[in-house]
């Protein structure tokens, strides 16, 4: 089976510093797979290795069954890449824009690019300077979409975005996913979001992959379980602890559940996605809120 994008102990060092390292993951052709972590946890290294723009320190990474490199030109005209920075050349109009990416790639769509365009209300006319950053988001996507990439990798594509132009943009992206099976990793620090549109998820922390896993599994298998201080240490025995919050008589244990869980004891509250990937992310911070508890009850 080909993967959209699969890492072997890949790492990336900065002079003496380690970036990423000992990464492995295999990500499915076909889906949307949502890349989290803190700044400095190393995504925007990750995409940018995805797409040859830079090479591995150690262990290696294939995209799409190929190696990337800058000279790799038929493995990125499948490719559509959105930077974080957007680069876009300021000083052109909008259909300059186009015409630059028609003469780059072979594959390109210029009527799905007019067409979109016109549907978000860009005009051709205008300078690419003169678009609010919202816009120009939407101008990069679709500058990516116009090629029908096999695999879009899309590097915080939400920042700066306004709601509406947000949903626009998940909208372009999962019409590619639904229409040419196209596959998107995406970066982003707005997780809530992520939930809605992700079916996978690759959590970074400190350069390293921490969860590589179906978002709906990682969900519902994480739960709170509200219960008794006293039996704590049994319940801990049977369930993998990710955070645990104490007051005198009441524990909140943020777990992994293995399979169905039922005490009478304990009672069982679902969690988000946010509230799970936060606790991972700082096991310092407090457990999310049971819905009918005040913050005080869970001070450690
Ligand atoms: N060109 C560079 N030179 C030196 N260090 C770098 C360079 N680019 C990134 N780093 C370092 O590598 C680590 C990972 O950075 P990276 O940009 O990949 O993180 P990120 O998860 O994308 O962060 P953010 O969410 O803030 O965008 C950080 O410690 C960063 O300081």
Known sequence: MTLALEANQLGKKYGKRWALQNCDLHIPEGGVTGLVGLN?????????????????????????????????????????????ERPLYHSFSVKDTLTLGRKLNTTWDNDLAERTLARLDISLKTTVGKLSGGQRALLALVMALAKHPRLLLLDEPFANVDPLARRELVRLFMDAV???????????????????????????????????????????????????????????????????????????????????????????????????????????????????????????
């Open 178 to 300: 639904a229409s040419n099976g196209a596959s998107v990793v995406i970066s982003s620090h707005h997780i809530a979001d992520l939930e809605n549109i992700c079916d996978r998820l690759v959590l970074l922390s400190r350069g390293q992959v921490k969860v590589e896993e179906d978002l709906e599994t990682f969900v519902t298998s994480h739960k709170l379980l509200i219960g008794p201080h006293d039996d704590f240490e049994r319940i801990a025995s049977e369930v993998s602890v990710i955070q645990a919050g104490h007051t005198g008589r009441q524990s909140n244990v943020f777990a992994r559940l293995s399979g169905p869980f039922s005490d009478p004891r304990w009672v069982v509250q679902d969690l988000s996605l946010e509230d799970i990937v936060l606790a991972y992310l700082d096991t310092q911070s407090p457990l999310p809120m049971p819905n009918n508890h005040s913050q005080q009850e869970v001070a450690r």
């Open 40 to 84: 400095g946890a190393g995504k925007t290294t990750l995409l940018h290795l995805g797409v040859g723009l830079l090479a591995p320190s150690t262990g290696s990474i294939r995209v799409l069954g190929e190696t990337p490199a800058p000279n790799a030109t038929a493995l990125i005209a499948r490719i559509g890449f959105v930077a974080q």
